[in-house]
């Protein structure tokens, strides 16, 4: 009987050894678990970190080149007002096919050219109401009452927009 009780004794330890390995064992399983899990929830925070740097990388990319081509086209206005200017000037001389008028006249014409592929529109319609978003008065006329039915009259200098933002508002007289 000894035996008996050895052996159910032996058997009886080795239960609980195996109770108690699986549970180590289950808990290891699971700690295991929770780490890949962690694990692979910051994988996926650090790439949609890193998503997120990208995109906003190419917004901030995007914003400068916008302006640095607004500036560009603010610093463009003036030359282009200067050869339009020439041009309206040399039209009262009489001077038929000079060859320099004739120059600044081909310049004038590839300079509007490229306005329009860039989407660069020019303010200068006469006859229709004073917007003061994209006109402003010439500075030697008095102000009147600026009301909805203000037409305009004359154009002094081109006004620019570029995609819908004003570049340069046009200089008129109502």
Do not use: C
Request: hydrophobic share 35%; no cysteine; charged share 30%.
């Amino acid at each position: 009987m000894n035996n008996i009780n050895k052996s159910n004794t032996i058997k009886l330890n080795e239960d609980k050894n195996k109770k108690k390995t699986d549970l180590i064992s289950n808990e290891i399983e699971k700690k295991i678990y929770s780490i890949k899990k962690k694990k692979k929830n910051m994988r996926l925070r650090f790439y949609a970190e890193i998503e997120n740097i990208k995109k906003n990388n190419s917004k901030e990319v995007l914003n400068i080149q916008n302006n640095m081509f607004f500036n560009f086209i603010q610093s463009i206005v003036p030359i282009v007002n200067k050869i339009d200017n020439l041009v309206k000037k040399s039209e009262n001389f009489i001077v038929e096919k000079h060859p320099v008028i004739e120059g600044i006249k081909l310049t004038k014409n590839i300079f509007e050219k490229n306005l329009k592929i860039w989407n660069i529109k020019k303010i200068n319609k006469l006859n229709i109401p004073f917007n003061s978003n994209i006109h402003s008065l010439k500075k030697t006329q008095k102000l009147k009452k600026i009301t909805n039915t203000t037409i305009i009259k004359n154009i002094i200098k081109n006004g620019y927009t570029f995609n819908k933002k004003v570049i340069k508002k046009a200089i008129v007289q109502i």
